[in-house]
C-alpha cells in the first residue's frame, strides 16, 4: 500500500466534564488497522550515532528500524510516507522526571503525606527504594501526551518523596497497556539529600543528618550483602536479618543501576564527586547548573551529569528592596553555559525538564545553551544518545540505526528552530501526528492576565493560592499557580467569551497530579471549580490590592472603549 502524503489520523475526544469540552485538548492515537511496515523515503536524517545524510530512507517493521539507506528495499506492503523537504530525528528522551506516574488514588502504600521522623535503629525514614516508576504508570497522565507530541519518545521517570523515594524506569510514551511502556524496569535508584524539615522534627532534621543517614543505608546495605552471601555459604552460621531497603539496594547495585546523586552548587558538586567515591557507587549528578565553575573537576572523576534544563532566574514574588547577591545574578547568567563547559571537558551529559509545564519550554531551554556556547550535535546528542548510554539502553534507543526500536521524530526543519514543526512522531514503531488543541471558536470578551488570588476549601480545611496568569489575544492562557504544595506551570488553558479552563500539573502527597481549573471572570473576580482526581471544590478569585482606577480601566477594555 503506497500513499504519497500524509494521512490525517482520527482522533478521539475525551472530557473530563461538560464545561470543559469547549477547552479540552483531543487525545490522538496511532491510527487503527495501519500496516506493521513504514517507510520513509528520501528524507534528511540525523542519525546521532553518525553524520546527517540526505536523501535517505527508513524502514520500520513490526516497531524495529530495519534498513536505513539511499538504496533500501521497500516492502510491497510498506505505508510510504515521502521525505522530500523532512527531516527524521530519534525520538527525544527526558533523562529524569516524573511524567506518566500516578495520581492520587492509586495503591501506593509507600507514599507517606509527608516523612516520618526515625523512632529507633529498625525503622527507616522516608525510604521506599522498593518504589519503581514502572510500577506506578497512569496512563491518563495528560502529559504522556503532551510530551510525546513534542518530539518525546521516552522518559526516564521515578516516584519523589523521600531521601531513597524509589527506582527510576525508562519508559516509552505510547501503549494500550502500562506493559507497553517499559523499555528497562528498573535502571537508576534516586536519592534525595534535602532535609523534610528544621530542628525538631525528627532525625534527620539536617544537611549533615540526611548525609549521615544515607551514608549509614549503604553501609548496612554493604553488611547485609557480605553477610547474606556468607550465610548462603554456610547456612551453619548466624543467618542474617532480613532489611527490604537493605535487599532491595543491594539487588539494585548487583544489576548495576546507577545512582542519581542531586548537585546544583559547586560545593554540592564538589561533595558529590566524594561521595560517590566514599559510598563505592556508580554515581550520576543532577542538577549540574554550576558545571561551569567545575566541569574540570567532574571530568577528572568521569562521572555523568543530568542537566536540569530548567534555569535559575528570578522568583516573581520576590521583594523588590532584597537585592540578589552578584553570585546569584553571576549563577543566572551563566548557568545556560555549564553544558558547553561540560562538553569542552569530556563530560557525559544529558538534559532533563526539571519540571517544566511543556516540551516547547524544554527545547527553548536547550537553544539558549546552544547561544551560550552548546554545539548543536552536542545538544541533540544530550537529548537522545547520551542519556540512553547513561542508563544502560543505548542498544535499544538513542540514535537511527538498524535493530534500534523505531522511536522517531520527523520535522520540516531544524529542531530547534522555533518555527520548525514536528510533523510525525512514531515511538515503538507506532505513528503519531501532533495536534494543536482545539481552540474556542469566540474569542474573549475580556482579558484575564493579572495577579489573582484565590481561595477555596480541601478536605484539610481553607486554603489559598497566588495565580499568575498571562492571556494572548486569541484566548490562550499561561502562567503559574502558587499555593502551599508549591508551583505548577499551565500545562494548557483558554478563554472563550467570559469562560476559562486551565490546567497544572503538582505534586499532590507525592504524586504528579493534574489540577483543573474551570468557570468565569471579569475585570475584578473568577469564580469557578477546581478538580482532581476524586476531589472537586469550588473557589473565587480576586485581584489584590486592585482600586477603582484597575476596575475602571479594566471594566473600559471588556466593553472596548479603551
Known amino acids: 500500500m503506497r500513499i504519497p502524503e500524509f494521512r490525517v489520523a482520527p482522533c478521539l475526544l475525551v472530557v473530563a466534564v461538560a464545561f470543559a469540552a469547549w477547552f479540552a485538548a483531543p487525545s490522538c492515537y496511532a491510527q487503527g488497522g495501519e500496516p506493521p511496515y513504514f517507510a520513509i523515503r528520501g528524507a534528511r536524517i540525523v542519525p546521532v550515532s553518525g553524520p546527517p545524510a540526505e536523501n535517505v530512507t527508513v524502514i520500520i517493521s513490526r516497531g524495529m528500524i530495519a534498513a536505513v539507506s539511499r538504496d533500501a528495499k521497500i516492502p510491497d506492503e510498506a505505508w510510504v510516507i515521502e521525505g522530500k523537504g523532512l527531516t527524521v530525528y530519534p525520538g527525544l528522551i527526558d533523562a529524569f522526571t516524573d511524567v506518566g506516574l500516578s495520581a492520587p488514588g492509586s495503591a501506593n502504600e509507600a507514599t507517606p503525606r509527608k516523612p516520618e521522623p526515625a523512632r529507633g535503629p529498625e525503622d527507616r525514614p522516608a525510604t521506599t527504594p522498593w518504589r519503581i516508576g514502572a510500577d506506578e504508570l497512569n496512563l491518563g497522565d495528560k502529559r504522556i501526551e503532551t510530551w510525546r507530541n513534542g518530539g518525546f519518545t521516552t522518559v526516564v521517570s521515578a516516584p519523589k518523596g523521600g531521601f531513597f523515594p524509589g527506582q527510576a524506569s525508562v519508559l516509552d510514551l505510547a501503549g494500550e497497556h502500562p506493559g507497553d511502556f517499559v523499555v528497562k524496569y528498573a535502571a537508576a535508584i534516586a536519592l534525595n539529600l534535602h532535609a523534610p524539615g528544621g530542628f525538631g522534627s525528627g532525625f534527620p532534621d539536617s544537611p549533615m543528618g540526611v548525609l549521615a543517614y544515607v551514608r549509614q543505608v549503604w553501609l548496612d546495605t554493604d553488611w547485609s550483602t557480605r553477610a547474606q552471601a556468607a550465610y548462603e555459604k554456610n547456612s551453619r552460621v548466624e543467618r542474617p536479618h532480613y532489611d527490604r531497603t537493605d535487599a532491595t539496594l543491594a539487588a539494585a547495585l548487583a544489576q548495576h543501576e546507577v545512582v542519581l546523586i542531586p548537585a546544583n552548587s559547586s560545593m554540592e558538586i564538589r561533595r558529590s564527586l566524594e561521595l560517590a567515591d566514599r559510598w563505592r557507587v556508580s554515581g550520576v549528578i ?232 474551570t468557570g468565569s471572570f471579569d475585570a475584578t473576580s473568577l469564580k469557578g471549580a477546581l478538580s482532581l482526581t476524586g476531589f472537586s471544590t469550588d473557589f473565587t478569585g480576586t485581584k489584590p490590592g486592585a482600586n477603582l482606577v484597575d476596575t475602571l480601566s479594566s471594566k473600559l477594555e471588556t466593553e472596548g472603549k479603551l
Not at 543530568?306 to 551563566?334: G, I, V
Not at 545538544?379 to 522517531?408: Q, Y
Not at 508549591?486 to 489540577?515: H, L, M, Q, R
Open 286 to 517: 543532577y542538577g549540574g547548573q554550576m558545571g561551569y565553575e567545575t566541569a574540570a573537576e567532574i571530568g577528572a572523576k568521569k562521572l555523568p551529569v543530568l542537566m536540569n534544563a530548567k534555569w535559575p532566574e528570578a522568583d516573581k514574588d520576590a521583594d523588590p528592596e532584597n537585592k540578589p547577591s552578584l553570585r546569584t545574578l553571576r549563577f543566572r547568567d551563566r548557568a545556560p553555559s555549564a553544558p558547553a563547559a561540560l562538553a569542552k571537558a569530556g563530560v557525559k551529559f544529558a538534559f532533563y525538564s526539571g519540571g517544566m509545564a511543556t516540551p516547547k519550554e524544554v527545547l527553548k531551554a536547550v537553544k539558549k545553551s546552544m547561544d551560550a556556547g552548546l554545539a548543536e550535535d552536542a545538544a541533540l546528542r544530550a537529548l537522545t544518545l547520551s542519556p540512553a548510554e547513561i542508563f544502560g539502553v543505548s542498544d535499544r534507543l538513542g540514535s537511527i540505526e538498524v535493530g534500534k526500536i523505531a522511536n522517531l521524530v520527523v520535522t520540516d526543519g531544524d529542531l530547534f528552530e522555533e518555527k520548525t514543526a514536528i510533523k510525525m512522531i512514531f515511538v515503538d514503531g507506532e505513528r503519531f501526528e501532533p495536534r494543536e488543541p482545539e481552540k474556542p471558536k469566540e474569542p474573549p470578551k475580556g482579558n484575564i492576565s493579572g495577579r489573582w488570588k484565590l481561595a477555596f476549601t480541601t478536605p484539610d480545611g481553607p486554603e489559598e493560592a497566588i495565580a499568575d496568569l498571562e492571556m494572548q489575544k486569541d484566548g490562550t492562557i499561561s502562567g503559574t499557580v502558587t499555593g502551599r504544595r508549591g508551583t505548577g506551570t499551565i500545562i494548557s488553558g483558554y478563554a472563550s467569551v467570559d469562560k476559562f479552563s486551565f490546567t497544572i500539573n503538582i505534586p499532590v502527597e507525592g504524586n504528579p497530579t493534574d489540577v483543573n481549573f
